[in-house]
Structure formats: C-alpha cells, structure tokens
C-alpha cells in the first residue's frame, strides 16, 4: 500500500490470477467497480478472466450537503425468483453476472433452448457468454444453428467486431451447413468493406473465405469489394481480407481485384500493407502476358522511384522473381550506367543482386564490368552494401570474367593497402 499526503488518499492493489483489481478510499467516496476484458486467445478455452477497473460515486455527506438518512435510501428491490430479461445499460460486471446467471439456469433447465431467446446477441459479447455458446455450437445440431442464427440476424456486424463476440462468429462458420453460411453472409451484404477494416472483424472475414464452396457467396462477396479494392489493399487489416479473396475466388471472379490493382500498381507497390498483396498478386498475373508485359513496363517506368523506397524494392524483387527472364529487359535496360550508384544504397543494392541472378549471361557480365570499373571498384569496396553485392557478382562470375573481377579487386585492394600504411 502506499499513502499520498497532499490527496489523503490511501490505494490497496491486490493481484488477481488474470486480472488486477484496485481499491481506492477517497474524499470523494467509495469506489464503484467495473470490468473491462484483458488480453485473451482465441477459442472458448482460453480466455483470461476480466480486468476491474475503479471510478469513485458522487460525493456523500460532505460540508454544505444534506446528509442522506435511512429515510430517504431506497430499498433495494426483492430478488425475483424468475430470470429477468437483458438490461442494455448493464456494466461490463453486471453483464458477465447476467450471462452467468442465464448459462446457471440453461444447464438446471436440460438445456432448453427458449431460455436464451432473446438474450444470445448480448451474453455472445461476454467473456462467459461467448465460451459458453462456443461450446454449444460445437456441439449443436442444425436446430440449435439455426436458432441462434435467428437470434442474431441483425446483430452479426457488432459481433463481429466485438472483442468476444467475433469468436463466437468464426466457430460458428465453422458448424454451419453451406446454407446457414450463405445466411450469414447474406446477414452482413453491404458491411463487409467496413467489417475487414476492424481488427477484430477481419478475423470472421478470413474465416468465411476459408470456408466458402458456393458460387453464389463468391458473387455476394466480390459485389461489396468492388471499388474497393485498393482501398482495403492499403489498410492494416484490410489487406487481409484482398489477399484472402485473391486466393479464394476463381480465376473468372478475381479478374476486378486485378483490374483495380494494376490501376494503382505503383501506389499499392510502396504502401507497406499493398505491398504484401503485390507479392501475391505477380505470380497469379505471371500467367497472362498483357499483365506480365503492363507490370514490367510499369516497373521500368518508375523504376528510380521503387528501387530506392523501403517497399517499393520488394516488390521489384518479386516480380523479377515470378516472371520470365526474356520478359524483364526493360526493368534491367533502365538501371543500366547505374548498377554502382545503387549497390551503395541500402535497399537498391539488394534489387542490384537479384538482378545479376536473373540476367542472361550477356546482360550478367554488362553488370559486372560496370561494377569492377577502376573509377568506381574502389568506392564499392569500401560500402558496407556494395561490398555483398561485389560478393554476389564474384559468385556469379565465370571463367575469364571472374579472373578478370579478381584481378581488379586484388589492384584495388593493393591501392587501399597503400593508403593505410601512407603517412599524411
């Protein structure tokens, strides 16, 4: 405990396995408590207990105020006997003590169903409620799905953004029939942009790809991500959802997400979150050569640009990676007199390798005679990136070229040997 003079405030902390719990005596009165969820796994079985936070109520009985006497105190209200239904302006506490009451009463009652109408979009968002009807949709029959699907169908965007209640959805896509799943997704037509773009939503969106087999939910899909495409490829959790659907969708239904991202390729190639779905989407365009050829020229094009910007070079590697080494010169063709400059820099330099690797054996050794150049050799040797790229060229060398490599790094070394050992 600690005391603070200048409040006149004494605080006691108890720890609590998984939570902290805080009491505070104040001027202002006694503290009224309130949860708040910690950090918790996914899966029913895993989460931690809830964490309480303190606010004091209004003052009592100070100088100035009329003292409240046993007079004017309202009774507290009688314990009914029969459950009460849901009140939304529950506390986080009241409402972990109402789910817990409702599952009580479920489980002395075998389990009949009707006790829970009314009350599974709320107890789904406890930490209580969410486990509990986890484990019932593990177990449930079509029925029971189809009851709680019932319960919830004008809920199912606040669920799934709901710190409990997203993975009470995802276990229940993953016992539904395909035409429960097609009722969900029907259930959320015309939110799904706004779903992924949360952090906990994006995880049921992930989990509907996943296990999506109907042409139809396909075609529900891929109607709210038109548009949108690049505007979820650039979001924290949106990408998610893009790179999902890229994965997912058949050849003929993902041609728009392709459409949009060649229209801002560049843009999507230097945002951290597009470019993570530039790297899938080169390989899937690596099959259609109207694409391959748009991507490389549009490379070449802005090619100073992305070869120096910390994501932009990832995605130049990437499609020197996937695509044809015939189909690549005009992205070489455009660093050419500039091989040296860039294996000085911290992030061109490891495009500069990958482009020796994929070169053909003329445009390999252009490369690497640009670099061994007296004027320029000398500065490479001593940076600490040009030096792996040197590394690189000499493993890539062969026969009189490597000789010839060797030969002028032996001379440059010599030359930097006499600058050591060169008084001033």
Excluded: W
Aim: proline letters at 5%; one cysteine or more; aromatic letters at 8%.
């Amino acid at each position: 405990s600690c005391f603070n003079e200048a409040a006149n405030t004494e605080v006691y902390t108890r720890g609590i396995v998984g939570s902290v719990r805080c009491v505070q005596e104040t001027a202002m009165g006694p503290i009224q408590y309130a949860a708040i969820p910690m950090a918790y796994m996914p899966g029913y079985a895993s989460y931690s207990q809830p964490c309480y936070y303190a606010s004091p109520q209004p003052p009592q009985n100070l100088p100035g105020m009329k003292k409240t006497t046993s007079a004017t105190k309202k009774k507290s209200p009688t314990k009914s006997s029969q459950f009460k239904p849901y009140n939304q302006s529950l506390n986080p506490l009241e409402s972990e003590k109402f789910a817990s009451d409702l599952i009580k009463e479920f489980e002395e009652n075998s389990t009949d169903y009707n006790i829970l109408a009314g009350s599974i979009r709320k107890i789904a968002q406890t930490q209580a409620g969410s486990r509990f009807l986890q484990k019932q949709l593990s177990k449930g029959t079509p029925e029971f799905i189809e009851f709680v699907l019932k319960e919830i169908e004008n809920s199912l965007p606040e669920l799934m953004t709901n710190d409990y209640g997203n993975y009470f959805c995802q276990r229940l896509l993953f016992n539904c029939s395909p035409s429960h799943r097609l009722l969900f997704i029907k259930q959320i037509r015309g939110q799904i942009v706004s779903i992924s773009k949360d952090s906990r939503g994006i995880h049921t969106i992930q989990s509907i790809f996943d296990v999506m087999t109907m042409e139809e939910e396909e075609k529900i899909l891929a109607d709210d991500l038109k548009t949108h495409v690049c505007e979820l490829a650039m979001d924290q959790q949106g990408t998610h959802a893009i790179q999902k659907a890229l994965l997912a969708f058949a050849e003929i239904r993902k041609k728009f997400i392709i459409e949009e991202s060649l229209v801002k390729f560049i843009e999507l190639c230097n945002n951290p979150y597009g470019l993570s779905m530039i790297k899938k989407l080169v390989p899937i365009c690596a099959k259609n050569n109207d694409n391959v050829h748009f991507i490389v020229q549009k490379i070449a094009d802005n090619s100073m640009e992305l070869v120096q910007n910390p994501y932009g070079n990832y995605a130049i590697q990437a499609v020197l990676e996937s695509f044809e080494v015939t189909k690549l010169s005009p992205i070489l063709e455009s660093f050419k007199g500039k091989y040296s400059q860039l294996s000085n820099l911290k992030f061109s330099s490891n495009v500069i390798e990958k482009c020796m690797e994929k070169a053909d054996p003329k445009r390999k050794e252009e490369i690497i005679k640009e670099l061994i150049s007296p004027e320029k050799l000398f500065g490479l040797l001593k940076n600490n990136f040009a030096n792996f790229v040197l590394q690189k060229a000499l493993t890539l060398a062969e026969g009189a070229l490597r000789d010839e490599m060797i030969k002028a790094i032996q001379d440059s070394l010599q030359h930097i040997s006499c600058l050591l050992y060169t008084s001033p």
